[in-house]
């Protein structure tokens, strides 16, 4: 959480990419500022009183503030696989439009947010107990502004997610293409990806290529197949191309991970 400030003659301009795949929620206090995200986005306008909030993934961001004002806002930001955990312990959701679409989404100001933000302002974070505070009310304050109840629709959707994960983990060694995931989930591809990133953190592929690693780990770990054996059983077309792929993520060949696993040979 940030508590942004500015007040200057000339108008300001900065530039930062976001780390991660995060939500990002900006309460506007006082003066306005516009953002532009990423180099093929359309600016957004933010003004004093009201609330904006959009997912992104390492998405480059420019902001532009007019001078001769006092710009003040409070940014609280939240990784996308924490916040679908908060929305699940609070029985609350995203809505579909933050979801799906890339433009930010407003909310008008309200009492409640005003409180909330004021409570966050005078809070110092002197010490852990503060600073527990103020990560409560940067809660209450985006599920004030943002979350919404959910609808059986939605809860019918994200369990179809859920249950399309344990799938493709229980047969990770086919060959899962996203048309074929979308229709078994009943949703087109754009919106299965979209779904999946808020429940797991990560696109479908993302999650296919992560089980797959994981999987081949459990195997070099234990048992006695060979590198061929394993490349078939975690779905990879050739063994060169599985040996290609553990060593770009682990920086060492299936072969050198199977041996430091067994340890040093006794003589």
């Not at 924490?82 to 433009?103: E, G, T």
């Not at 087109?188 to 808020?198: E, H, I, S, Y």
Request: charged share 25%.
């Amino acid at each position: 959480m940030t508590h942004s400030f500015l007040e200057s003659s000339r108008p300001w301009h900065s530039c930062f990419k976001e780390k991660g795949c995060m939500a990002t929620f900006v309460f506007m206090i006082s003066g306005q500022t516009r953002i532009l995200r990423g180099a093929n986005g359309h600016w957004m306008e933010m003004n004093q009183g009201d609330g904006y909030a959009f997912v992104g993934e390492g998405d480059e961001i420019d902001r532009e503030t007019p001078g001769n004002q006092q710009m003040e806002a409070v940014v609280v930001k939240i990784n996308v696989r924490r916040l679908s955990r908060i929305c699940s312990d609070l029985k609350l959701a995203l809505p579909n439009d933050l979801v799906q679409h890339a433009m930010p989404l407003r909310r008008q100001g309200s009492m409640d947010m005003v409180a909330t933000l004021e409570k966050i302002r005078y809070n110092n974070c002197d010490n852990g107990t503060d600073r527990l505070l103020a990560q409560a009310q940067a809660i209450d304050l985006v599920k004030t502004v943002f979350l919404q109840q959910k609808n059986d629709s939605h809860n019918r959707e994200i369990k179809k997610i859920q249950e399309l994960a344990v799938f493709i983990t229980a047969n990770i060694n086919h060959e899962h293409r996203l048309t074929e995931l979308a229709g078994r989930v009943a949703m087109n591809r754009t919106k299965l990806n979209q779904l999946f990133k808020v429940v797991h953190g990560c696109t479908v592929f993302d999650y296919i290529r992560r089980e797959k690693l994981h999987k081949a780990e459990q195997f070099l770990r234990g048992g006695d197949m060979s590198i061929t054996e394993i490349a078939h059983a975690t779905g990879f077309c050739s063994s060169s191309h599985f040996c290609s792929f553990f060593q770009k993520k682990h920086g060492l060949t299936p072969k050198d991970f199977r041996l430091g696993c067994q340890g040093p040979k006794s003589v």
